[in-house]
T-cell receptor, first 115, second 112 residues
Framework: DAGVIQSPRHEVTEMGQEVTLRCKPISGHDYLFWYRQTMMRGLELLIYFNNNVPIDDSGMPEDRFSAKMPNASFSTLKIQPSEPRDSAVYFC?????????????FGSGTRLTVV | QQQVKQSPQSLIVQKGGISIINCAYENTAFDYFPWYQQFPGKGPALLIAIRPDVSEKKEGRFTISFNKSAKQFSLHIMDSQPGDSATYFCAASRADFNKFYFGSGTKLNVKP
């Protein structure tokens, strides 16, 4: 298995632009998570899905952030409009669920820089 | 409110030494405590995990010690190697709730 695949690896955009981050989870994993990592706040859970349905989006910072999972093999995290304070590494992770012993499998992340 | 508090923020250890990272939690409903290891440019990867029915779990050079009454757990890396240099995150979750709360991370540097 290729693991969790995120794209792009790096994104530099100007303030006010729309940014879309993409994630392909591991096939068969029922759970998908979006995390944001910064030096100041560490790893923050933004939203997670179970069987393509958003379960908890309480970590989404504001209405500028939205996430979708149209099918079991694809999810997007969109920021519109982007701001410099959104600069961070965004991770997608997936899990088979059923038992926490499987843990999460994280992707390699998207490093977002908003200038 | 930070659900899991981790210390130290950074750690320097000589090759062959013992690295110790500590975490504390407040929510007594947590019953699953994993540690993740993250190398630069990579996502965190599950290293080792423990449930509160045991006080210690060992996998190779990595050991988790768990103190339920104190609501603390720690990661010990024996015979630390330069290849162990990474950022380590503790986490906590409830077994019936597929959501982890992560500590703030510890950057470990093992000197040759």
């Amino acid at each position: 298995d290729a693991g969790v695949i995120q794209s792009p690896r790096h994104e530099v955009t100007e303030m006010g632009q729309e940014v879309t981050l993409r994630c392909k989870p591991i096939s068969g994993h029922d759970y998908l998570f979006w995390y944001r990592q910064t030096m100041m706040r560490g790893l923050e859970l933004l939203i997670y899905f179970n069987n393509n349905v958003p379960i908890d989006d309480s970590g989404m910072p504001e209405d500028r952030f939205s996430a979708k999972m149209p099918n079991a093999s694809f999810s997007t995290l969109k920021i519109q409009p982007s701001e410099p304070r959104d600069s961070a590494v965004y991770f997608c992770a997936s899990s088979p669920g059923g038992s926490l012993d499987y843990g999460y499998t994280f992707g390699s992340g998207t490093r977002l820089t908003v200038v | 409110q930070q659900q899991v508090k981790q210390s130290p923020q950074s750690l320097i250890v000589q090759k062959g030494g013992i690295s110790i990272i500590n975490c504390a939690y407040e929510n007594t409903a947590f019953d699953y405590f994993p540690w993740y290891q993250q190398f630069p440019g990579k996502g965190p990867a599950l290293l080792i995990a423990i449930r509160p029915d045991v006080s210690e779990k060992k996998e190779g050079r990595f050991t988790i010690s768990f103190n339920k009454s104190a609501k603390q757990f720690s990661l010990h890396i024996m015979d630390s190697q330069p290849g162990d240099s990474a950022t380590y995150f503790c986490a906590a979750s409830r077994a019936d709730f597929n959501k982890f709360y992560f500590g703030s991370g510890t950057k470990l540097n093992v000197k040759p």
